[in-house]
């Protein structure tokens, strides 16, 4: 397998980053399914699932300026929200978020 040492994955804000951090305490399984998603991320960055632009909340293109939203399904019905772009012809996934399914159909309409 070769990986990509051009793709980047990062959090939107250190609030995030530590709440991922703190998983290893609070939900290890969860963790877990994180980190693996992400190191699939690095290999191929367009591995989840391009969201429509009808169905991105407001609050995403607003706050972060973007509407190439993607989804990652993980485990246990727990979804990965991302998107991606490019700074310094580097391909960036940037996470915005990670949520039970149920919340994920609340905030995009379903």
């Not at 290893?24 to 969201?51: M, T, V, W």
């Not at 407001?58 to 700074?87: A, F, H, M, V």
């Amino acid at each position: 397998m070769i990986v990509n040492k051009e793709v980047f994955v990062g959090f939107t804000d250190e609030r995030l980053l530590k709440e991922f951090n703190g998983l290893k305490f609070s939900n290890l399984a969860l963790y877990i399914y994180l980190d693996r998603a992400f190191d699939e991320l690095k290999i191929n960055p367009r591995c989840g699932i391009h969201l429509p632009r009808r169905i991105i909340p407001k609050s995403y293109k607003q706050q972060y300026d973007s509407e190439n939203i993607w989804k990652y399904n993980l485990p246990d019905g727990w979804r990965l929200i991302y998107y991606l772009n490019t700074e310094n012809n580097q391909l960036r996934v940037m996470v915005l978020e990670w949520l039970k399914h149920s919340e994920y159909e609340r905030r995009f309409n379903y």
